[in-house]
């Protein structure tokens, strides 16, 4: 993606030698990257979607997602689905067996069982977890909280924050943001969240970009000859 | 903006003359064959650009002109609106010949191009200099809409520069052989490279349609091609150097070479391509159903009838397919030349009327030129079609997990039948495979029995997997939610949320099975490009093309120059 300059094409200064530490990215670059790193790291296309959806949403708010997204998979990656997809009794959706949750499997099942009577928050709390980098979920609680038009509390361990359909937050955000797992409480509240400035992200540091790249690059295949030739390397273009 | 797809009943097309006159079915509009045959019409992504800024309102210049005597430099074009102002900037570089590549895998261009969101000061046209010209390699801003490159056609690019600079127009046999002084190999746009984001600027009237970045970014190249030559032509022949004459300058496009990598782009943007095709569709409803042809109509019908006639017969390609695709297109246009020396005749719906015999009489070149030719008269009653092409995908994104089994059933049933049909055990019927190279992170298309890389299968299979996902749905009861089958089936989540999307927007799919082995995937870039606005579509194999954009259009500065006579 971050390919060598050819200097023949220069009419300006190069670029600077020492690589930066932090490169901008869009949030469709963050959408696109994400969601190929997590497909390279063993997820389904559809929860790949998911992960772009969500880390290009926190990405918008300020918040790091690409980096919980890397930090989790990089422990997870190559786990069976039965191993990091939640088991769901009322009221209570906790991991099959020893590892946390996937916060991407947990969100997008949250989104679909919203409104069904196993996902209920209107009434008494959910109980959730341990889950894997929870920060991951909270975009699916906001789609959560749009569909039901209610906001919603979130509590754990020492904290608690509450967050609307809107996307607006308040609480302890950066002590959830530090959790890399963590049991959750959700449920419905009548109190309003007041939305405070949020300020999109648009960069990711270097070493998180090159590494969640290096599980994106697990997507795609290695050239052949042939390929070169498929995609027209053995027709003269310059005419 | 869904509002297209859901709004839009199918109506049987059978309609009486006087009966309501409805959508064609998406079996009839979703296929490849027809797609690949698709022309330019009044509401492609250019033409409506090109509408909005010569109705008055904008302004344009060329502040920049920093250019030596190789070419090499800077320019920057302007476009000066009634609330934003966007800037070309342009990087002229003096690329050797064995460099010149179209392909994505080329690192040098003849010029490179980003549109600038406002009025650029020094610092970022200083920026820009030390990124643009490095394109893949290098990182614009939220400040651009637009990162493109262009390279010369080498046959053409000479011989006008070496005409003017000896004081003669180019011969306008060679001009219309090649159709362009240069061809852009990519145009980025929508956040690639770190611009800005579409979500971010779709709220602005100027560019909530479609692609406008990125067609007012190629329209105000093509000023910058005839400047370059010019320029170069001064250099060289001092004095004695003459300017473009205006019939050469009107008969140039911008050319484009697009490889495989726009294919996909159809496939995975189902909501945008539902509502592309259900705007058209609407299109073609709203004019069969006029009660009467105005003398004015059919003069404007007869005058785009001359122009597709004079464009097909300037209409070159060596691909065989293409051939045979120009000589149906040719002949359906003197058919219709002949059926319109009686039109509007005494049909109650006259346009229908035309369209009824198209539909019976032509190829599916013809049709679909028809088609263009039907709605070129009727700006009034369909240009504001325009306004529903762009979609929200995001809004789109969430899937239904209360949903039940037995509708997501009904949904493969009613809208994937064609794929349900499919015989998947045929080899033939997955030949197949797309993929995205290491290489380049571009799509390519392997064959499924010879080449490596099947396990890395892109989600592009849509008729598989349909079709799995229905195999998958008969073992469950019909009365579960959607959630808990997706609990046990995460890899069919991918499908579950793209056929709920079908259901609501029903021209989302190309109803063809896209890993055939007959599968032509110039077909996908024919249907796109159309929408952009190409003429000439040239396919070099089933795989890549040249068109030409802007062919026949005004010039921005020739504007500039209208205005202020």
């Keep these: ?239 | 903006m869904t509002m297209v797809g859901r709004n839009m009943k199918r109506v049987n097309q059978e309609a009486g003359p006087v009966g309501k006159i409805g959508h064609r079915k998406p079996e009839v509009v979703m296929r490849l064959a027809r797609m690949g045959s698709a022309h330019p019409t009044r509401l492609s992504f250019l033409r409506v650009m090109l509408r909005r800024m010569t109705s008055g309102g904008w302004r344009f210049d060329r502040p920049v002109w920093e250019i030596d005597a190789k070419g090499v430099g800077r320019a920057v074009y302007r476009a000066t609106g009634p609330s934003r102002t966007y800037s070309l900037v342009a990087f002229s570089h003096d690329l050797p010949d064995h460099m010149r590549s179209d392909r994505v895998i080329a690192t040098a261009w003849d010029a490179t191009f980003a549109l600038f969101d406002g009025d650029p000061a020094k610092a970022d046209l200083d920026r820009l200099q030390g990124n643009v010209p490095l394109q893949e390699a290098g990182r614009i801003s939220a400040s651009e809409l637009s990162l493109s490159r262009a390279n010369r056609s080498v046959r053409l690019f000479s011989h006008v520069v070496d005409s003017l600079a000896a004081g003669r127009q180019p011969d306008i046999g060679e001009v219309d052989a090649v159709g362009y002084l240069m061809r852009t190999t990519a145009v980025y746009g929508s956040g690639k490279f770190g611009a800005a984001d579409r979500r971010d600027i779709a709220s602005r009237a100027e560019l909530a349609a479609p692609f406008q970045a990125e067609m007012l970014s190629v329209w105000l190249t093509r000023q910058f091609t005839v400047d370059i030559v010019e320029h170069l032509a001064a250099v060289k022949g001092g004095t004695s150097a003459i300017r473009l004459g205006t019939d050469v300058k009107r008969r140039l496009g911008v050319g484009n070479s697009t490889g495989l990598g726009m294919a996909p782009f159809l496939v995975r943007h189902p909501a945008l391509l539902n509502n592309w095709m259900a705007a058209r569709e609407e299109a073609l409803a709203r004019v069969r159903a006029l009660p009467e042809a105005s003398l004015s109509a059919v003069h404007c019908l007869k005058d785009a009838h001359s122009a597709a006639c004079e464009n097909a017969a300037n209409w070159r390609s060596e691909h065989p397919i293409q051939i045979d695709k120009l000589r149906d297109l040719r002949g359906d246009l003197a058919r219709i030349g002949a059926r319109l020396e009686e039109f509007p005749g005494a049909d109650a719906r006259p346009w229908n009327a035309l369209w009824r015999w198209g539909e019976e009489t032509l190829t599916l070149e013809g049709q679909e030129a028809l088609f263009a030719l039907l709605i070129e008269p009727h700006g009034d009653c369909i240009d504001d079609l325009a306004a529903l092409m762009s979609a929200d995908e995001a809004a789109e994104f969430r899937l239904d997990g209360a949903m039940r089994i037995a509708s997501l059933r009904g949904i493969l049933e009613s809208q994937y039948g064609w794929a349900l049909s499919i015989d998947f055990a045929r080899p033939a019927n997955q030949a197949r495979f797309w993929y995205v190279s290491e290489e380049k992170l571009e799509p390519r298309l392997g064959d499924r029995a010879t080449d490596d890389g099947a396990d890395l299968e892109q989600p592009l299979c849509i008729a598989r997997m349909a079709q799995d996902l229905f195999t998958a749905l008969k073992e469950w009861p019909g009365n579960d939610p959607v959630a808990a089958f997706l609990l046990h089936h995460p890899d069919h989540r991918f499908m579950v949320r793209r056929a709920q999307l079908a259901a609501r927007h029903p021209y989302a799919e190309v109803q063809d099975n896209l890993i055939a082995e007959d599968m032509l995937p110039i077909d996908l870039m024919r249907c796109k490009l159309a929408f952009f606005g190409a003429s000439h579509f040239d396919p070099r194999s089933d795989r890549w093309v040249r068109i030409s954009l802007f062919e026949g259009a005004p010039y921005p500065l020739d504007l500039a120059e209208e205005a202020s006579s």
């Design chain 1, 1 to 239: 993606m971050i390919a060598e300059a050819n200097d023949p094409t220069r009419s300006g200064p190069p670029l600077p030698a020492t690589p930066l530490e932090n490169i901008g990215l869009s949030r469709n670059e963050v959408e696109t990257l994400c969601a190929k790193a997590a497909r390279g790291a063993g997820m389904s296309w559809g929860h790949a979607e998911e992960a772009g959806f969500a880390t290009g949403w926190l990405s918008a708010r300020g918040l790091d997602g690409p980096e919980a997204l890397l930090t989790h998979i990089e422990k997870t990656h190559g786990k069976a689905w039965g191993d990091v997809c939640p088991v769901i009794e009322k009221g209570r959706w906790r991991p099959s067996a020893a590892d946390p949750l996937c916060p991407i499997a947990l969100g997008a099942t949250l989104n679909d069982f919203c409104g069904l009577d196993d996902g209920r928050l209107e009434d008494g709390a959910l109980t959730v977890g341990p889950i894997s980098h929870p920060l991951l979920v909270l975009p699916f609680l906001s789609h959560v909280a749009a569909r039901l038009k209610r906001s919603i509390a979130v509590g754990w361990q020492g904290g608690s924050l509450r967050m609307d359909g809107e996307g607006a937050m308040t609480g302890d955000l950066t002590g959830f943001a530090a959790l890399q797992e963590a049991t959750l409480d959700l449920s419905t509240t009548a109190e309003s969240v007041r939305p405070r400035p949020q300020k999109a992200m648009r960069t990711c540091k270097r070493e998180t970009f090159l590494r969640l790249n290096d599980f994106a690059m697990k997507t795609t295949v290695p050239p052949s000859d042939k390929s070169r030739t498929d995609a027209g390397s053995g027709t003269s273009d310059n005419d």
